[in-house]
């Protein structure tokens, strides 16, 4: 099953935009769903993350900034991002994992990796 990431664009600072994740069957009942985001000759980056049973974590850069939420009927996750930074820019994807909570930030336990959506804002 692959996820499929969408709702990027171009942007200005403090602007909002929401991001998508969708997934075909129950597959967010039981995996967490994580966000991350990349730029040209960087890692991915964690972003945030929502459990298979109601929990969230958010990075520190955009703690206060970004939420996450779920839509189980849609099988769909959400990425609310407000007040948007050019260092915000990125391709952001989403993938799952059954790691344990502590290990969520790590992009190596997650699978399923769908095809990203580009996120630019400009100063």
């Known amino acids: 099953v692959q996820l499929q990431a969408s709702g990027g664009g171009s942007v200005q600072t403090g602007d909002s935009l929401t991001l998508s994740c969708a997934a075909s069957?129950?597959?967010?009942?039981?995996?967490?769903v994580g966000w991350f985001r990349q730029t040209p000759g960087n890692e991915r980056e964690f972003v945030g993350c929502?459990?298979?049973?109601?929990?969230?974590k958010l990075a520190d850069p955009v703690k206060g900034r970004f939420t996450i939420s779920r839509d189980i009927a849609k099988n769909t996750v959400f990425l609310q991002m407000n007040s948007l930074k050019p260092e915000d820019t990125a391709v952001y994807s989403c993938a799952v994992t059954r790691v344990i909570w502590g290990r969520v930030t790590e992009d190596d336990f997650y699978r399923n990796w769908g095809q990203g959506t580009l996120v630019t804002v400009s100063s």
């Open positions: 929502f459990s298979w049973d109601g929990k969230t």
């Open positions: 069957g129950g597959l967010f009942r039981s995996y967490t």
